[in-house]
């Protein structure tokens, strides 16, 4: 949700001290209305020595010491292999379909998984950890692969920016068509971004589908930039954390405390941004293993280690997401600071996997044209 898988795709220079300020920060908060559940199963450890390669999006981060430790105790080194954004991974991953270049793929979210699925990526196991994670998380999975993670992806705004100019931060998607924001606004393309693509079909989400084009033939006329992926929109485009001259963005619920993490002095920071509530679309992030991989079995472990206690703590601070597993503590940057939106919006996966192509094209045509 990367969010900041493919979120806040930035170095993790602070990865090495994330766990401590995990461990400074936390709180138990449950990630789910279920409230809190039973934690999930360790890894066994009766495996030979075997290198299994992970493939991810660039923004996958899990601290070094939790891969250390996985290794000792199970003999299997993770060699994580990152390329591009979860579109651009799962496109790849589409066309190895049963020759993978790994033996598990972290990454492809609830927007793209339907294509995945179809293409034949993965060899279906669900972790018997998942029984813990909330069946909201599993919809999508036709029980192929594993929930790990998940977020919103919302509109953010440069609080600082609307203030100076006197204006109000915009509270709906209608409002983002509205003249008073013209040219503020830039959004990934949903062709080739993850979070792009959850813009657009929280659209569809709300608008139906008799009206989400006109809505989108409202915000072209209200001069919305379209770029290719998050990085480029949140980081040269956004003025809030980037460099850039637009004051809206499509990001994440979860980018506000990145950005206090990430400031210069933590402990005295405040966000740069803040979140509109309204219109955000829920992505939920899996992990799975891949047909045709070299090390199977041991890539179940490593799935099956995804769900395990530590590393779920560990993923709100390194990939800027909520973790699967109910009851896991969350650190006090993450509840100050991370936006919950009421009522995220979704559609049916398989809609969308109906759908997609169709309402891409027209995307393209509505915007570009």
Known sequence: MALFSSRTARPLALAGVLVAVLSACGSTVST????????????????????????????????KKLLED??????????????????????????????????VLFGVDNTLLSRALSAGVFAPYVSPAAASVPSALKTATQDAVTPVDYGDVCINADTAWFAKKGLPVPATLEQLADPTYKDLLVVENPETSSPGLAFLLSTVARFGEDRWADYWKSLRANGVKVVDGWTQAYEDEYSGAGKGSRPLVVSYASSPPAEVVYAADPSTAKPVSTVMKDGCYRQVEYAGVLAGAKHPTEARAVVDWLLSPEVQADVPLSMFVFPAVPGTPLPKVFTDYAATPMQPLVLDPALVDEKRAEWLDTWDQVTFR
């Not at 890894?43 to 991810?56: I, K, M």
């Open 32 to 63: 789910d209305p279920a409230g809190p559940s039973l934690p999930a199963a360790p890894v066994p450890s009766s495996f030979a020595p075997v290198t299994v390669t992970l493939l991810a999006h660039d923004s996958f981060a899990v601290s």
């Open 70 to 103: 996985f290794t000792a105790r199970t003999g299997i080194t993770v060699q994580v292999v990152t390329g591009g954004d979860a579109g651009q991974l799962v496109n790849k991953a589409a066309l190895t379909a049963g020759n993978p270049e790994g033996d």
